[in-house]
């Protein structure tokens, strides 16, 4: 049997010592985060930036794109459409802390936000509608009508 003695302070190898920085999860939680689609958030201090999520999904009549907002209130909220580009920002305010608060953890994010979407052609920017209701934004894109299906129907010859 053998023991591997390491001295204190000093990992066996460089990689030894490294090895407690990487950690599988984050790396599979960023991958899981990124958006090919989206303009990146940007931030200096990622960890403390609000940067709410989006769920964006096509259905048959329109474009329907949903986030979870909380403490963020309507008037706070800016929604832009210039040409086939829908921005949406806004900001979260911060907490105030007195003299003599014992806090013991801060996990929850403050600040700025700004997210960009490019909508498609079919997209009709004329008609959007949002709507905030418990804390979850709701933004609605119809689709131009002459780009939905419709059905055409096959005419017999007359004899």
């Not at 960023?30 to 200096?44: A, K, N, Y």
């Not at 769920?55 to 209130?73: R, S």
């Not at 949002?130 to 131009?144: F, N, Q, Y």
């Amino acid at each position: 049997m053998f023991h591997i003695i390491r001295k204190p302070n000093h990992p066996a190898t460089p990689a030894a010592a490294n090895a407690t920085d990487w950690d599988p999860f984050k790396v599979m939680e960023q991958l899981m985060r990124w958006e090919p689609f989206s303009e990146p958030v940007l931030s200096r201090r990622p960890e403390v930036s609000f940067a709410p999520r989006f769920d964006v999904k096509e259905t048959k009549d329109a474009y329907l794109f949903k986030a979870d907002l909380p403490g963020v209130k309507e008037e706070d909220v800016e929604i832009g459409l210039t040409g086939n580009r829908l921005t949406i920002s806004g900001h979260r305010q911060s907490e105030e802390h007195k003299e003599g608060d014992n806090i013991f953890t801060l996990e929850r994010s403050y600040g700025s936000f700004s997210r960009a979407f490019t909508l498609p052609d079919t997209a009709d920017t004329e008609k959007t509608k949002a709507e905030m209701k418990d804390g979850v934004l709701s933004i609605t894109l119809p689709k131009r009508t002459e780009s939905q299906p419709r059905k055409v129907s096959i005419n017999k010859p007359s004899a």
